[in-house]
């Protein structure tokens, strides 16, 4: 795209006369958000079209790959420096002339904002519009809660604002967002060619603040209330925000509206929510930018093999399918390869009964999957990733025959979730290549990936694992070698707290309760129920010999998993589960079972509030968090922040467990492990990072800037 550099040449905002057309084109990299030098740039370009004779219409396009991305998130708790975006976009809609928006890449809350203050909308192929503010714990709050419902009507724009979802340029069409949908994509073609014939057809300025989406008062009433009652946003701030304002659209002039929007807006900013979500938003961008990703090129990454066809490995397989690659799975025998591939197959027959995939695109996809019960299948493989059973032996046996067959500088990966990586790769002939790649089951659903670095691996294997997650489209978060890497090592100490509490006097179901409350989708049984408490179980017989026996144990768990009551899948754990239900009730035998185990520990079972609960559970998490950055583990608070939030479930608008150590105080918290460890200075240890930060009064986030 050819743009011209017109004056102020310092402005992100330039403009320049083609014929009768000002073309405004906004120039702010990487993504053109709407800083305060562009929100500038723009009310100067709409002054000097109306005073310039010369100028019949006024066309905003943006420079590179988007419209604009919406407010500079990054003033966001800044000193509001002015003009101030709803001022720009009424100083757009107040124009004499048509101003049109001509619409590629992103058009995204303050940048769609802009657009719908303009008079007309061309959108071409590619372009994605949406109001996700909310994503953001926001709401559009530059007149877009006033301007969309007037457009396309409250059912629609109630949708497009709590769903916060992008949609294409035939789409927004459709719902009228957009005017019209050019037929090429040079969006400064189709820009001027529809200007211009909007000034031939004497189109007049056309404000959206006078469009009659709204008309049908019955249904707007309807989709406002039905909107409200959507439990959806449970727990969540500006959703309700945004079905006030839309009300606010139906029942007060524009100008009231917008006044009222203004509020609104400003309330949710100053939410914790929003600080919440801004941070997760950041900290997912940030973890991409590992200091190997700098220093090195990924390897190519054309073909891929799965040793195992397992629920991992299979759902590892459906993954790299998902991305376009081929597979190729390998299992130890014919029966072993036929169980891998309906694994696979299942996964996809599942989205068929969904009706989210034809049955020819299963056959295309599956063309890609291949398999074989010998190594040699995989001579010419660029990545494997070993997804057997979790054991060292049986692990270094798997890279022992991976080190025989692969080509020279194929990337060899263990899904392993808690085994020595350093140890699986000293087996081979060459540990540069081994890396760890530990996926999350679902693998296929799951966003997670932790990538584990060994000691020796070279830098452009741990570059090629994070291509491979921009390919397979998760977030990836680089960690360490040690027993549970960043997310296992945290689950594992405060489960531990919550047995305590169990143990202590709680019952499982008031700690899964209040774990809910706090945002999470499900409590610590819950989720153990749902995996199989056999696991664990597993877990736990396998490492006894190595417990520290000065460590408190409780044994609840073993005494239900001795009966055989592994969870959702023998129809009862912590919770009953009668004739298959997937919503657990509570045992009154589990209940039994604890007492007497209380009694057995001689425990005197005492009563903990939710808050209480709550403080010890995240204490324990945010404690070994502290741990694991100090370690070197993770690079930074920020990355145990997105591997809680991506893998475990943590609620994203708390912005993970460091982000909200942060708002609770350090301080507070160290003094919360501090009065705990009265009891049991064992668990309680409370980690050097948190003490040192602490006794500074500094926080985690001044960490987040350093790695
Ligand atoms: C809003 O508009 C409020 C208004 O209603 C009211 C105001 C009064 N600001 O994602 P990428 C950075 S709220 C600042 O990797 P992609 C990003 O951090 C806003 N920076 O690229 C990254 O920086 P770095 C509503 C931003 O191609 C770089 O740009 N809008 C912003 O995969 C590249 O980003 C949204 O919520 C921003 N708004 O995806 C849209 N956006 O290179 C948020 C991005 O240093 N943005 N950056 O890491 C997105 O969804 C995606 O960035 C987008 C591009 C789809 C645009």
Redesign the pocket.
């Known amino acids: 795209m050819e743009f011209d550099t017109a004056s102020p040449p310092s402005s992100p905002v330039t403009h320049a006369l083609r014929g009768k057309v000002l073309l405004v084109t906004i120039d702010n990299p990487?993504?053109n958000?709407?800083g305060v030098d562009v929100r500038r740039g723009l009310a100067a370009a709409i002054d000097a079209a109306d005073s310039n004779d010369a100028v019949e219409a006024v066309l905003i396009v943006g420079a590179g790959?988007?419209f604009i991305?919406?407010?500079?998130?990054?003033e966001f708790g800044k000193p509001p420096q002015p003009p101030?975006?709803?001022d720009v976009c009424n100083r757009i809609e107040a124009s004499a002339k048509p101003v049109i928006a001509a619409i590629h890449?992103?058009a995204?809350?303050?940048?769609l904002?802009v657009a719908l203050a303009a008079h007309y909308r061309i959108a071409v192929a590619g372009a994605?519009l949406g109001?996700?503010?909310v994503?953001?714990g926001?709401?559009?709050?530059?007149g877009?809660t006033q301007r969309a419902p007037r457009l396309i009507g409250a059912e629609a724009a109630l949708s497009l604002m709590l769903s916060g979802r992008?949609v294409g340029a035939q789409e927004a069409l459709k719902l009228g967002l957009v005017d019209r949908v050019g037929h090429s994509d040079d969006v400064l073609a189709e820009g001027i060619a529809y200007a211009q014939e909007l000034l031939a057809a004497r189109a007049p300025v056309r404000r959206t603040r006078d469009a009659h989406g709204l008309a049908d008062r019955a249904a707007s009433e309807a989709a406002i209330a039905a909107a409200r009652a959507a439990k959806k946003s449970h727990g969540l701030f500006s959703p309700q925000k945004i079905v006030d304002c839309v009300e606010a659209a139906l029942n007060q002039p524009f100008d009231e509206g917008l006044r009222f929007e203004r509020k609104q807006?400003v309330a949710c900013l100053d939410s914790p929510q929003r600080a919440g979500l801004v941070h997760a938003?950041?900290a997912e961008?940030?973890v991409q930018?590992a200091p190997e990703t700098r220093n090195a090129e990924p390897r190519p990454l054309r073909t891929v093999g799965v040793v195992g066809g397992g629920t991992m490995g299979a759902g590892i397989a459906v993954a790299v399918l998902d991305a376009g690659l081929p597979v190729t799975m390998i299992e130890r025998d014919d029966d072993a390869l036929a169980r891998g591939r309906a694994n696979v197959e299942k996964v996809y027959d599942g989205l068929i009964a969904k009706g989210r995939l034809s049955a020819d695109a299963k056959a295309q996809t599956l063309a890609r999957l291949d398999g074989s019960t010998s190594y040699d299948a995989l001579a010419n493989v660029d990545l494997v990733i070993e997804a057997v059973f979790e054991d060292l032996p049986v692990k270094q046996a798997v890279f022992a025959e991976l080190d025989r067959v692969c080509k020279p500088g194929a990337v060899l990966a263990t899904n392993t979730s808690y085994l020595d990586i350093d140890a699986i790769a000293a087996t081979t002939s060459r540990p540069q290549d081994v890396v760890g790649l530990h996926f999350f089951s679902p693998a296929n659903i799951m966003k997670l990936l932790e990538v584990v670095v060994p000691a020796r691996v070279s830098a452009d294997v741990v570059a090629t694992a994070f291509d491979l997650a921009k390919k397979l489209r998760k977030v990836p978060v680089r960690a360490g070698v040690c027993d549970g890497f960043i997310g296992n090592r945290l689950l594992a100490v405060y489960r531990t707290a919550a047995d305590h509490l169990m143990e202590d006097g709680a019952s499982p179901y008031q700690i899964d309760k209040a774990v809910r409350e706090f945002g999470f989708p499900m409590g610590p049984y819950q989720v153990i129920d749902l995996a199989g408490g056999d696991i664990g179980w597993a877990t736990r017989k396998r490492r006894a010999a190595t417990r520290d026996p000065n460590a408190r144990y409780v044994q609840i768990a073993d005494r239900l998993c001795e009966r055989g009551w592994f969870g959702q899948k023998t129809g009862r754990g912590f919770y009953l589960y009668p004739q298959g239900a997937r919503t657990g009730s509570p045992d009154p035998e589990v209940e039994a079972i604890i007492a007497a185990e209380r009694e057995r520990a001689g425990i005197a079972p005492r009563a903990f509030s939710d808050d209480e609960i709550i403080r010890r559970y995240l204490a324990a998490m945010v404690n070994e968090g502290a741990n694991v950055v100090h370690e070197g583990i993770a690079l930074r608070p920020l990355d145990v922040d997105v591997t809680l939030i991506y893998g475990y479930g943590f609620p994203r608008h708390r912005g993970g467990p460091m982000h909200y150590a942060d708002t609770v105080g350090l301080a507070n918290v160290l003094a919360d492990i501090r009065e705990f460890a009265k009891e049991d200075p064992l668990f309680w240890r409370p980690s050097p990072l948190l003490v040192d930060l602490a006794e500074r009064g500094a926080t985690f986030a001044s960490l987040n800037q350093s790695a």
């Open positions: 990487p993504v958000a709407l790959r988007n991305a919406g407010a500079d998130i990054r101030a975006l709803p890449g992103a995204l809350g303050g940048g904002e994605k109001l996700p503010e994503t953001l926001l709401l559009p709050g530059a877009g992008h807006f938003f950041f961008r940030e930018k």
